[in-house]
């Protein structure tokens, strides 16, 4: 199966120069073990401004806001968690394993053996 590869800005700022500068389709797809549409989108996207310098900062600058709200959303749910456990501190001591008190019922007297 192929592996997605990922090509830089620069890469495709290239390639789609290459074509407009009279570079054939098909030369540059086979050159650069590329699919001659992703060519065509790369070209389409370099005419259009997408592979600008400012663009790709836009892009990282985007990526890098959507981190950092999850980050945000993480911290804001573990303060929640922290919060809550020491409010448990606060309001009594922790169980602890096996009986804290013993519990002392009606006295019983064992019946004598052999009666009954």
């Not at 797809?29 to 790709?56: C, F, I, T």
Request: proline share 5%; charged share 25%; net charge positive.
């Amino acid at each position: 199966m192929a592996r997605h590869r990922s090509h830089s800005v620069a890469f495709k700022r290239q390639v789609a120069q290459e074509y407009l500068s009279g570079e054939t389709l098909h030369g540059l797809a086979k050159r650069h073990d590329l699919s001659r549409n992703l060519v065509r989108v790369w070209v389409q996207k370099y005419e259009a401004g997408a592979l600008d310098d400012d663009a790709a900062a836009a892009d990282t600058i985007q990526a890098y806001e959507a981190r950092i709200a999850a980050l945000e959303r993480l911290v804001g749910r573990q303060a929640l968690e922290l919060d809550f456990l020491k409010g448990a501190l606060r309001s009594g001591p922790l169980p602890r394993s096996g009986p804290t008190s013993v519990i002392v019922g009606p006295a019983v007297s064992p019946s004598p053996r052999g009666a009954g």
